[in-house]
């Protein structure tokens, strides 16, 4: 050998959602009023770099919509949002075919950018569609990857005073933004939703508090049983959180200025961004309620009780129309889940069955990390039972 071999490495980089966007000029005007920043479909290449970097038979494109639901939050969060969406080999916008849309929601620290970033020897979400559908388990059909990241990490997909209103930012905004520029089974039938962790939490979330959105859900391992997941939690984001003072936007701001986080800050923003979601105080900065004394650690059963009303298996039980309404309602989680989310997805489906309603629940031999490869079997579970014209 002559020498060292050069290596070329290419890096799909995840940014932070508070960051601006970048603003292509010259774009239109939505139906609803909102700024359109990409040129028309008709325009857009046959295949698109990201694609061919991604090696799809398919294609992806990354739309920029901005939502109202978000403007003006308390974290400075911008409105405007990246989409990235997944469309099969053969697509003809312009032809009589409709397609059903898979909607997916990432999980806690993700984003659109972290989704479909690639790795060797591992199949990111939009490849698992495109295999799906190469092989012949899943008919063609458009998927969604919605962006619901915070400066706190994550959003829940739930509407917040404090984050912004994430869960009517994907039923109203992304689903209608979809729909208006995309041919879609554009009715309930024709969209399911999907996600991991957090995102599968957001899917519960959404089917059952808004209803007539989806026709589908799929949770894999996602957030349930509150009282288990996160009592362990609050001890340490409290020792945490003391030292610096007690102090939420000085414990934030030298979290952000780390080049690299420990377990228990990570663990500190992540009931951080839990508490802007589920128990909001005001609209300015870090106005919301810790379910915990910060001075002492005392669990505050008073706040605590407002993110249990947001808990999956105690939602359900109250939401017996909405989730009937589904034709399908799908749960996994692997047996070794660190957070014992496990736990959560059974005594949900044990509290659905008990109403009366058929659920797909599965286990696996496997933590909480790496499980993307649970797509291949939500997505065609989820296909099957969608309309396609």
């Given at each position: 050998?002559?020498?060292?071999?050069?290596?070329?490495?290419?890096?799909?980089?995840?940014?932070?959602?508070?960051?601006?966007?970048?603003?292509?000029?010259?774009?239109?005007?939505?139906?609803?009023?909102?700024?359109?920043?990409?040129?028309?479909?008709?325009r857009?290449?046959?295949?698109?770099?990201?694609?061919?970097?991604l090696?799809?038979?398919?294609?992806?494109?990354?739309?920029?919509?901005?939502?109202?639901?978000?403007?003006?939050?308390?974290?400075?969060?911008?409105?405007?949002?990246?989409?990235?969406?997944?469309?099969?080999?053969?697509?003809?916008?312009q032809?009589?075919r409709?397609?059903?849309?898979?909607?997916v929601?990432?999980?806690?620290?993700?984003?659109v950018?972290?989704?479909?970033?690639?790795?060797?020897?591992?199949?990111?979400?939009?490849?698992?569609?495109?295999?799906?559908?190469?092989?012949?388990?899943?008919?063609?059909?458009?998927v969604?990857?919605?962006?619901?990241?915070?400066?706190?990490?994550?959003?829940?997909?739930?509407?917040?005073?404090?984050?912004?209103?994430?869960?009517?930012?994907v039923?109203?905004?992304?689903?209608?933004?979809?729909?208006?520029?995309?041919?879609?089974?554009?009715?309930?039938?024709?969209?399911?939703?999907?996600?991991?962790?957090?995102?599968?939490?957001?899917?519960?979330?959404?089917?059952?508090?808004?209803?007539?959105?989806?026709a589908?859900?799929?949770?894999?391992s996602?957030?349930?049983?509150?009282r288990?997941?996160?009592f362990?939690?609050?001890?340490a984001?409290?020792?945490?959180?003391?030292?610096?003072?007690?102090?939420?936007?000085?414990?934030?701001?030298?979290?952000?200025a780390?080049?690299?986080?420990?377990?228990?800050?990570?663990?500190?923003?992540?009931?951080?961004?839990?508490a802007?979601?589920?128990?909001?105080?005001?609209?300015?900065?870090?106005?919301?309620?810790l379910?915990?004394?910060?001075?002492?650690?005392?669990?505050?059963?008073d706040?605590?009780?407002?993110?249990?009303?947001?808990?999956?298996?105690?939602?359900?039980?109250?939401?017996?129309?909405?989730?009937?309404?589904?034709?399908?309602?799908?749960?996994d989680?692997?047996?070794?889940?660190?957070?014992?989310?496990?736990?959560?997805a059974?005594?949900f489906?044990?509290?659905?069955?008990?109403?009366?309603?058929?659920?797909?629940?599965?286990?696996?031999?496997?933590?909480?990390?790496?499980?993307?490869?649970?797509?291949?079997?939500?997505?065609?579970?989820?296909?099957?039972?969608?309309?396609?014209?």
């Open positions: 050998m002559s020498g060292p071999i050069p290596i070329i490495v290419i890096a799909l980089i995840a940014t932070a959602p508070r960051k601006p966007m970048p603003r292509i000029i010259g774009g239109e005007v939505s139906q609803r009023g909102s700024a359109v920043l990409y040129p028309p479909i008709s857009v290449m046959a295949t698109s770099e990201l694609g061919r970097l090696r799809l038979d398919g294609d992806v494109r990354v739309d920029f919509i901005d939502s109202p639901a978000l403007r003006g939050n308390a974290l400075g969060d911008p409105a405007e949002r990246p989409l990235a969406i997944y469309t099969p080999p053969g697509f003809d916008p032809g009589s409709r397609y059903p849309v898979l909607y929601l990432h999980g806690y620290t993700g984003d950018a972290a989704l479909i970033g690639a790795r060797p020897w591992e199949t990111n979400v939009l490849q698992w569609a495109d295999r799906a559908i190469a092989s012949g388990s899943m008919p063609p059909l458009l969604a990857i919605v962006d619901g990241n915070t400066r706190l990490g994550g959003s829940q997909y739930v509407d917040s005073m404090h984050n912004g209103d994430y869960a009517t930012y039923v109203r905004d992304v689903v209608a933004h979809v729909d208006a520029r995309y041919p879609t089974v554009a009715r309930e039938g024709g969209r399911a939703v999907v996600g991991k962790s957090s995102g599968g939490f957001g899917a519960l979330y959404l089917t059952m508090a808004h209803p007539g959105v989806f589908a859900f799929a949770s894999h996602g957030d349930s049983n509150f288990s997941t996160y362990g939690e609050f001890a984001t409290q020792r945490t959180l003391e030292a610096h003072g007690g102090d939420i936007a000085r414990f934030v701001d030298a979290f952000e780390k080049p690299k986080r420990s377990t228990a800050e990570m663990m500190a923003i992540n009931i951080l961004g839990q802007a979601a589920y128990s909001p105080r005001a609209r300015e900065r870090y106005a919301f309620d379910p915990f004394d910060v001075a002492t650690g005392e669990i505050r059963d706040v605590f009780a407002r993110w249990l009303a947001f808990d999956p298996m105690e939602m359900c039980v109250h939401k017996r129309d909405e989730l009937a309404r589904l034709r399908l309602r799908y749960l989680c692997g047996r070794r889940d660190e957070y014992g989310l496990d736990t959560g059974r005594i489906t044990a509290r659905v069955r008990e109403l009366g309603l058929d659920v797909r629940h599965e286990e696996f031999d496997d933590d909480h990390r790496n499980i993307g490869y649970r797509y291949a079997v939500s997505f065609p579970a989820l296909a099957g039972v969608l309309e396609f014209s």
